[in-house]
């Protein structure tokens, strides 16, 4: 069963022993974990923190579909995947996103994580308005929800 869910920033900050606790079993050999944070420079600006934003029940739902076309695609049958998205404002180093996966071996745990991390980018309905250290904000291009099959 596919755990996902966002957090609020508001309430409670992401958890690695959260999604550690989810995907240990002694019937995995391998556990990535893949964190996003908050870095200081993109695109040749400083950045002071980011403000997340994200259409919470599309994303989930975009959570689910991305794990059931990774399970029919990659064909990777045992599996433990959480996945954990924050809503609001992060400072530098924050974690933004966390994919944790378990698996039989080490090839599926990197394809299957990278493969889920690659299609959020991709689909799920997240923004994100940067800070700068000279005060002004931008909001980054982001997955429009008009154009989602979800």
């Known amino acids: 069963m596919l755990h996902t869910r966002i ?3 508001k309430n409670a900050k992401i958890s690695i022993t959260s999604a550690e606790n989810f995907i240990s079993s002694s019937k995995f050999g391998a556990s990535i974990f893949f964190t996003g944070t908050v870095r200081d420079v993109n695109e040749n600006k400083k950045v002071t923190g980011i403000t997340y934003d994200a259409h919470d029940e599309m ?3 975009s959570f689910e579909e991305i794990y059931q076309e990774a399970s029919e695609k990659l064909k990777i049958t045992d599996k433990a ?3 954990e998205h924050t809503k609001g404002y992060l400072s530098l180093g924050d ?8 698996c039989k071996h080490r090839d599926q745990a990197y394809v299957l994580s990278r493969y889920i991390i690659e299609e959020i980018k991709k689909r799920s309905p997240i923004w994100k308005k940067e800070h700068y250290d000279d005060q ?3 909001w980054l291009k982001g ?3 008009i154009n989602e099959k979800l």
């Open 95 to 102: 974690i933004s996103i966390l994919i944790a996966v378990a």
């Open 143 to 145: 997955t429009s929800i």
């Open 81 to 83: 995947v959480f996945i």
């Open 59 to 61: 994303v989930i739902k």
């Open 7 to 9: 957090v609020d920033i």
């Open 136 to 138: 002004t904000t931008e």
